[in-house]
């Protein structure tokens, strides 16, 4: 069977090649869609990965698959999508159930590190890591695994803030990619005010949510806090680790902060001395980073896509963010009927 494989540590060796068919106990699943984020772009430009076996590493570990026979509990033609992180079997919060907490860092990641990835035409997978998605969803259920990343940075920003008596009103997302997005049309479900930040001109699908875009082109960040008078959250997804500094002096009194870019170069980036040294402390704000998700936020997430598919089925046809893998099964296809289940008009990307 055909999947898309790489060296990690190797500049541009992802290709398509033959791989062995899966093997073992579990749910066997046919991938439908595979999602490609910055992380797999790191991993083909030989930045980031570990391999799986040997030197390769399948891609993919942004998933929706269909169950291809009945077992462990679920039917065939059940839609799925499968959580990325494995427990490291010797920590506490792995214990638990927290792998997205992991102490040791010994994890693996479907796709990314030590486990090879969706990126293929078939998979088994182990029950205990499968999220159902809802027939109604469809084919956007690939956006689960971005969604379940903003969940949990929302999770934790909701728990540190909450520590003290506190109020989010006005949120501060940086960066319009599909992150950005996605944590917008969140904070937007949840009736908060929000600000999204980016360097293009516009975005509509921002815009449609009704949050405010601001191009940092025209306006800069600090001009945006003096007109705002600050932000309760500021959760910014853009890899550059200036900006990411940057997201303390945005925040008003008891403001959390929430970084969920990565930029690993080698470098020292400046921060107001009064903005560490007096506002943080006198104004109790927090910076945090966040990674990963926990199997509630993955369950959060596709509730939150269900509620609200009528807006984010854009996100997929105009941004591009979910490339088509085109291993439909030809069953599934005949088989499969969607349907609206939440007052919308017309299905998203149905599943054919
Ligand atoms: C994935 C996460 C993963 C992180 C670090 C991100 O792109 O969405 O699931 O934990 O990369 O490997």
Partial sequence: MLALVTEPAVPHSTRVADVPEPEGDGVLLRVLEVGVCGTDREISEGLFGVPADGSSLVLGHESLAVVERDGHGFSKGDLVTVTVRRSCGHCLACEEGAPDSCLTGDYSERGITRLDGFARELVIEDPEQLIPIPAALGRLGVLAEPTSICERAIRHALTIGGRQPWQLERALVVSAGAIGTITTYLLRLAGIEVWTASLEPSSELVSASGAHYVSTTNTSLNELKTETGGFDLVISA???????????????????????????????????????????????????????????????????????????????????????????????????????????????????
């Fill in 238 to 352: 853009v890899p550059d680790a200036q900006l990411m500094a940057d997201s303390l002096g945005l925040l008003r009194r008891s403001g959390v902060a929430c970084l969920l870019g990565i930029d690993g170069r080698p470098q020292a980036v400046s921060i107001d001395g009064p903005v560490l040294g007096l506002d943080a402390v006198l104004e109790n704000r927090v910076l945090f980073g966040s990674v990963n998700a926990h199997r509630q936020d993955w369950l959060a997430a596709v509730a939150s896509l269900d509620r609200a598919w009528c807006l984010v089925s854009d996100i997929c046809r105009r941004s591009g963010t979910s490339a088509r893998f085109e291993l439909v099964s030809d069953t599934f296809r005949s088989s499969t009927r969607l349907g609206a289940s939440n007052g919308c008009q017309t299905p998203p990307h149905q599943v054919r």
